[in-house]
């Protein structure tokens, strides 16, 4: 085969955009891995931080990051999965309700995070939080209990955030599933919901996870979107209730580049934190690779 100008243009472009990523990459995990790495140590994953968030660990915001994305995890999973399902499965292309849900998950994709975090203060810590308290304790007048930033709050925001990548991809992964098998679990008398339950669903559930590891790996690392509506600069203890307040690790980085009171000084903390906070990410990518890879196998075995 002969390469022609365009064909060598084509791969120096390349060439160039990979090179690009390397030393994004390097760039970013070079004073990590020099800086923040000697920093981790048992203490620094287990303790507390310290109130000038100089010294101490990050215990907190780690548990706080994992309760967080479990909550987002057990809210976003079976609105996205049922959607899904009714997009692929049930709901005619042409139809209207089918094209509108679809525009409005395209259009909530493309919205930036940060408007997810005001719309989670808006709706859900003020109207259905403050809703709550009316509803529940009157209009005494006295502190709110439900009304107010807490992690039950950030995680359905994150839960509306990350939808549209679970029902894309929950889509996407049942329509992969050949329709001949439909049509022969249905014509051996099965319904179309015990050909789904039984059928498809067992031959997408890698391309399902997938998804949905991914849309967990970016939840648990957004910050915006939980700026107002329950992350807190600094909070030694752990929460023990839905309403509670929470450190995360990602805010927990931001605190200590803006408002730590000694920059310098909290600068081996602040690459320690984002070592643990890349680790956690990567992880859940790395899972996220596993699944397509086991997938990808049994479908080509």
């Known amino acids: ?26 760039a970013i995990l070079g004073p990590v891995m020099v800086e923040g790495v000697p920093r981790i140590d048992a203490g620094f ?7 000038d968030l100089v010294g101490g660990g990050i215990w907190p915001a780690i548990f706080g990051t994992m309760l967080l994305t479990l909550l987002m995890t057990i809210a976003v999973v079976p609105i996205g999965v049922a959607t899904g399902i009714y997009l692929s499965e049930y709901a005619s292309r042409a139809g209207v309700l089918a094209k509108m849900v679809r525009a409005a998950v395209h259009n909530l994709a493309g919205v930036p995070s940060i408007v997810f975090g005001l719309f989670g203060l808006g709706f859900f810590v ?8 009316s509803a529940i304790y009157g209009d005494d007048g006295g502190p709110p209990v439900w009304g107010q930033p807490a992690v039950i709050w950030s995680a359905l925001t ?25 049509l022969a679990s249905m014509g051996l008398g099965a319904t179309r919901f015990q050909t789904i339950w039984r059928v498809v669903l067992p031959n997408a559930t890698g391309g ?4 949905v590891v991914l849309a967990v790996s970016r939840g648990a690392g957004e910050v915006a979107p939980i700026i107002f509506t329950g992350a807190a600069n600094f909070l030694p203890y752990l929460p023990t209730d839905l309403r509670d307040m929470y450190m995360h690790l990602g805010y927990h980085v931001f605190a200590l580049s803006t408002q730590s009171p000694n920059v310098d000084l909290a600068r081996p903390t602040l690459f320690a934190t984002v070592a643990v906070l890349l ?12 699944l397509r890879i086991r997938t990808r196998s049994k479908t080509y075995a």
């Open 208 to 211: 399902i996870l997938t998804g």
């Open 45 to 51: 994953l287990s303790e507390a931080p310290s109130s």
């Open 126 to 133: 003020l109207f259905i939080g403050r809703g709550l308290d």
């Open 158 to 182: 994150l839960a509306v955030l990350t939808l549209p990548v679970v029902i894309v991809t929950t889509e996407e992964a049942l329509r992969a599933v050949p329709h001949d098998l439909r």
């Open 279 to 290: 680790a956690l990410t990567f992880a859940l990518n790395l899972i996220a690779i596993v």
């Open 1 to 26: 085969m002969r390469y022609g100008t365009a064909d060598w243009v084509l791969a120096g472009l390349s060439a160039l955009a990979l090179a690009i990523l390397i030393g994004a990459l390097l």
